[in-house]
């Protein structure tokens, strides 16, 4: 069957078996090699995306489920203020990533971002527990989640002056 659906804000189509992964389609199909797909199974959060502004395993998740819906991945988040809000963030709190996590924290914590826009201790240790890391300590992650906050609370407040 042929799939149609946007991706990083391009609508694309592509041809898929009922028995494809969306992670599959994306690494394989669209070149997209910042998703891993890892455990196969929803539990490492290697290959997180975000669906129609909803952060999920794209490695458990059919193709073809996704017909004219809307996909980022860490290549079309890369391109936003938002991702820059984020990485700065944790970089002055001295968050660790590697190429195996970076996706995962950074569309977690956006997504968190999305909906609260000043999320507590508890709800950001919760959102980025889909991103398992024991490089970074939980109170310095905390602290980068919180310092991406006040970076995009603070742009968002310049530009709508
Ligand atoms: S590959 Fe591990 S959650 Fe998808
Ligand atoms: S920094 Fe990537 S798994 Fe810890």
């Not at 890369?78 to 970076?102: H, L, N, R, W």
Request: hydrophobic share 40%; proline share 3%.
């Amino acid at each position: 069957m042929t799939l149609s659906f946007i991706l990083n804000g391009e609508d694309v189509s592509a041809r898929v078996r009922s028995v494809d992964r969306l992670s599959d389609l994306l690494r394989e199909h669209f070149g997209l090699l910042g998703l891993q797909s890892d455990c196969r199974g929803g539990r490492c959060g290697r290959c997180l995306i975000m669906l129609g502004g909803r952060l999920v395993p794209s490695c458990i998740l059919p193709a073809f489920r996704i017909r004219g819906m809307e996909v980022v991945t860490i290549e079309g988040f890369s391109q936003t203020d938002e991702y820059q809000d984020i990485v700065a963030g944790f970089k002055s709190a001295g968050v660790e990533t590697c190429g195996f996590c970076d996706s995962a924290k950074i569309l977690a914590t956006a997504t968190l971002l999305e909906r609260r826009t000043r999320p507590t201790n508890a709800e950001i240790l919760e959102q980025l527990s889909v991103a398992p890391c024991r490089c970074t300590d939980p109170e310095t992650l905390v602290h980068g989640v919180q310092a991406a906050a006040e970076r995009r609370a603070r742009r968002l407040y310049h530009r709508a002056r």
